[in-house]
């Protein structure tokens, strides 16, 4: 039997860390500008896939389109995105990324790298099988949450 308490738990903590994470701002760049992780990571998603809209959005961050809409406001006016309405159909927003938002994500994508190269210092000592079985199972419990979450 396994103690699936100690995993809820365990869980529960990482989430209560990733929560402290997300409300930091930092600042990726030299100005005093400053961005949360959600606002860097939609940006991110934006930058990687053009012509999103905010719905697909809202379905890959599991937020409400009003939300998504709400961050995308703080990156206009940031002047990391600028957000038109599509002149083919006016119910559709077109985003584009600007300059000041590439280079934004360009240096989160640096942090992020750094993260993951740090990563390696805590959980490098796994084997493939051993990393194979953890993805695994972090896949299996990412499912459970979908499912029994939304």
Not at 48 to 70: G, M, N, Q, R
Not at 105 to 120: E, I, L, P, R, S
């Amino acid at each position: 039997m396994h103690n699936y308490e100690d995993i809820m738990r365990m869980f529960a903590e990482m989430q209560a860390i990733e929560l402290v994470y997300d409300r930091k701002t930092r600042s990726y760049d030299e100005t005093d500008d400053k961005y949360t992780s959600q606002e860097v990571h939609l940006l991110e998603y934006i930058c990687d896939h053009p012509k999103i809209t905010v719905t697909k959005l809202a379905e890959v961050f599991y937020k409400s389109k009003s939300a998504i809409s709400h961050t995308m406001k703080r990156l206009e006016q940031s002047g990391l995105i600028d957000v038109h309405k599509n002149s083919e159909d006016m119910r559709f927003f077109d985003i584009y990324v600007t300059t000041k938002g590439h280079d934004i994500n360009k240096a989160h994508k640096a942090v992020d790298k750094m993260y993951c190269d740090k990563m390696d210092d805590y959980i490098g000592h796994f084997s493939k099988t051993e990393m194979a079985t953890i993805m695994q199972f972090l896949n299996d419990y990412h499912r459970y949450r979908r499912d029994t979450s939304l």
